[in-house]
């Protein structure tokens, strides 16, 4: 579904991803493992067609990235992509139905039928009785879940999860990832997730470490 070939990218003189060799089936769970500076983020928002690969190719869906236009990208961004980020990064003038809803607002939905899937989602993150508050009305571990109800709800076939849970406590943390990934597999959705945890990252079907730039496949079990 999506892969990556010799990808490197580039900042000035910085080359912080080297090489990067990676592909990733439907409803696989990739996890990337390495210290701060690594490049693990840069990697992400390559495959996430945020920014261009310096060399090297990156394919959705068989289509190299590099062919796709603005506006096709930006449309491919909001449609067939989700993101949770390290803060979760809800917009705090929005209730959490209405931000959980805003995949499906920008992708055109109606306001009644898309507060109805959101609201369902964030049932089933055991939310509900959340839906009419704001996020500074909510604690960290609740912002974190709507954070993954939002990046989930408009059933995106590649979730992009940078330290997703890099706020929270540790129990918080590994609750959060597993309504995550018990999610995103119930849709087949493929999880691209960068994680410090280890007990995180072995949950995931296939694990990476990231050591200055360059991406190497980890043995699983170990
Ligand atoms: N916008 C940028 N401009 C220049 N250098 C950057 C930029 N973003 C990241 N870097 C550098 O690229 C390298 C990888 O960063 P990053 O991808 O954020 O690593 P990680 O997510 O693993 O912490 C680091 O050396 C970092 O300083
Ligand atoms: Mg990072």
Redesign the pocket.
Known sequence: MLSAEAVDLA??S?L??RGAQLSVRCGEVVAIS????????????CLAGVMPASRGIIRFEGRPLGGFGDEELSALRRDRFGFVFQYGELLPELTIEENTALPLRLAGQRKREAHAVAGEVLGRLGLGDLRQRRPSQVSGGQSQRVAVARALVHRPAVVFA?EPTGSLDSANATAVLEEFLALARSQGTAVVL?THDPAVADRADSRYT?TD?TLTAAQVGV
Do not use: I, N
């Open positions: 900042y000035g910085t912080a991803v390495g210290q701060s500076g690594s490049g693990k983020s840069s990697l992400l928002y940078d960068v990231m730039g």
